[in-house]
């Protein structure tokens, strides 16, 4: 298993700002996911996190709006830039161990962008 | 494109009462299937995962079922406690080449169990 932790877990913005996700990990994991989960709707893949590379983005999400930074195996970031009240969603951290087929899930960032 | 449904999007019933989620997916190429469970601000926890070649796995209360010929799976959870509301979301893998995998999630149901 693994026990990941997300800061902040809520925040409130104002349209324009940036906001920046932390996701911490309490072991070396083979991938890291930033996914998104808008009211009412599954959550959806934004990216794959990279140790010491580019994100991988999935079709509709950019770098220049979700930078992401993943410095080590345990570590990453998601950043939220020029917020508009369309980025209100739960924002959450999903990572895989080797040779485990199955996925664990940070307690979430709920972000309302005003 | 994998697309998951869940049906119902929300259930009321009463504690003590079984009941059954459906799931579907929309291309049975799947590496597996897998049944969250989501409570507010505490994140998504597994309950069950099928592999493609099963048909069902057990937890507990909980059964899940796969046919994936048909792209359906349910699961069904024995004598409902209030401590079972939650947003049961199903999830289904797929492999995209090499090492990568991709998991889809449905839109969940939220189940509500009344004392």
């Known amino acids: 298993s693994a026990v990941i932790s997300q800061k902040p877990s809520r925040d409130i913005c104002q349209r324009g700002t940036s906001l920046t996700i932390q996701c911490q990990v309490d072991s070396q994991v083979t991938m890291m996911f930033w996914y998104r989960q808008q009211p009412g709707q599954s959550l959806t893949l934004i990216a794959t996190a990279n140790q010491g590379s580019e994100a991988t983005y999935e079709s509709g999400f950019v770098i220049d709006k979700f930078p992401i930074s993943r410095p080590n195996l345990t570590f990453s970031t998601l950043t939220v830039s020029n917020m508009s009240p369309e980025d209100s969603s739960i924002y959450l951290c999903?990572?895989?161990?080797?040779?485990?087929?199955?996925?664990?899930f940070g307690p979430g960032t709920r972000l309302l962008v005003l | 494109k994998q697309e998951v449904t869940q049906i119902p999007a929300a259930l009321s019933v009463p504690e003590g009462e079984n009941l059954v989620l459906n799931c579907s997916f929309t291309d049975s190429a799947i590496y597996n299937l897998q049944w969250f469970r989501q409570d507010p601000g505490k994140g998504l926890t597994s309950l069950l995962l099928i592999q493609s070649s099963q048909r069902e796995q057990t937890s507990g209360r909980l059964n899940a079922s796969l046919d994936k010929s048909s792209g359906r799976s349910t699961l069904y959870i024995a004598a409902s406690q209030p401590g079972d509301s939650a947003t049961y979301l199903c999830a289904v893998r797929v492999h995209e080449g090499g090492s990568n995998y991709k998991l889809t999630f449905g839109k969940g149901t939220l189940l509500t169990v009344n004392p």
């Open positions: 999903s990572v895989e161990k080797v040779r485990e087929e199955t996925q664990y």
